[in-house]
């Protein structure tokens, strides 16, 4: 395995959606258009919603006694690398990722939300050396809901599996299936060049 090539835990959304987008992505070199602005603007976002979610949540409900905020780790491990927008670090010594989605809590997206979450809490386990057993999702247009995930083994399998193929599709070309389901291509950006 070519030990230089690291999956980005958000690649998961691209790669849930459909599997090719990896391959225009990252073989083909070819972004997704609003990328870099969406990115600026949750910053910005990312900075409100903590104020508010903090106060209302975190100390209080949770016995949070530490936390850090945009934390890069790398699992070497399993070659894949992430930004953590929160770790917290609990009273019992053990710790969670909290990340923060602009959108409002769907069933149909939380499953690919909980496979980032879990590839999250693997990385903070390798790099710190702390149990972490839970993670947790805020969403800001579900009027700050924050759900909490219970990580299994089954989970985090399945989340490593996801990276490993992604990890094929960088690292051999390989351009995989087109998606199951017709109706994400009528809006999808790489629909003119996808045969
Ligand atoms: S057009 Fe359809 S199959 Fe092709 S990348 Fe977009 S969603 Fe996937």
Excluded: W
């Excluded at 903090?54 to 070497?76: A, C, G, H, I, Q």
């Excluded at 399998?157 to 996801?162: N, Q, V, Y």
């Amino acid at each position: 395995m070519d030990e230089e090539t690291f999956v980005i835990v958000s690649d998961i959304i691209e790669y849930n959606f459909c599997p090719r987008f990896i391959y225009f992505m990252h073989c083909l070199d070819i972004p997704q258009h609003e990328e870099k602005r969406y990115k600026v603007r949750r910053g910005r976002e990312i900075h409100k919603l903590r104020i508010k979610t903090n106060k209302e949540y975190l100390r209080k409900k949770l016995n949070v006694v530490r936390k850090e905020l945009d934390v890069p780790l790398t699992s070497n491990k399993n070659n894949y690398k992430g930004l953590i927008d929160e770790i917290l670090f609990f009273d019992d010594g053990t710790a969670s990722p909290m990340d923060y989605k602009f959108t409002e809590y769907r069933e149909k997206k939380f499953r690919t939300h909980k496979y980032q979450s879990v590839l999250y809490g693997e990385l903070i386990r390798e790099n710190y050396g702390v149990v972490v057993n839970r993670g947790y999702i805020c969403y800001a247009r579900s009027n700050n809901l924050v759900q909490e995930i219970e990580f299994t083994d089954k989970d985090l399998k399945d989340a490593l599996d996801m990276v490993n193929e992604i990890l094929k599709i960088i690292q051999t070309g390989f351009y995989p299936k087109k998606t199951r389901y017709k109706m994400k291509c009528v809006d999808c950006c790489y629909r003119n060049i996808c045969v």
